[in-house]
């Protein structure tokens, strides 16, 4: 069992920043591939960038890439999404997700979500 706690949703304008995090807790932790999806109202759930937990697998979809920044502390179990440039469409809830063994970007295979925290990008 995965539990996963996200923090750090908020309000920012266009061009700014933010910083999200998901604190992890569980057993065998290292054994999951982290990933950040995103959901817009009316919209489909979509993947955002993942990370296997020592840093040396990342993905990033093509929407964040270059802005957007996924990291691990191994020491405090926690996964962050450094959102650089921040953009309107960048307005969703932000999930994190765990997948065993494996990057996926497809929302079905994750084993484990977070409850989301909401992050609104104002024009």
């Known amino acids: 069992q995965v539990q996963l706690v996200e923090s750090g949703g908020g309000l920012v304008q266009t061009g700014g920043s933010l910083r999200v995090s998901c604190a992890a807790s569980?057993?065998?932790?290292?054994?999951?591939?982290m990933h950040w999806f995103r959901q817009a109202p009316g919209k489909e759930r979509e993947f955002v960038a993942a990370?296997?937990?020592?840093?040396?697998?990342?993905l990033y979809a093509d929407s964040v890439k270059g802005r957007f920044t996924i990291s691990t502390d191994n020491a405090k179990s926690t996964v962050y999404l450094q959102m650089n440039s921040l953009k309107p469409e960048d307005t969703a809830v932000y999930y994190c997700?765990?997948?065993?063994?494996?990057?996926?970007?497809?929302?079905?295979?994750?084993?484990?979500w977070g409850q989301g925290t909401q992050v609104y990008v104002s024009s």
């Open positions: 990370i296997s937990w020592n840093g040396g697998s990342t």
């Open positions: 569980g057993r065998t932790l290292s054994n999951y591939i």
């Open positions: 997700a765990a997948n065993l063994y494996r990057i996926d970007p497809r929302p079905a295979t994750q084993d484990y």
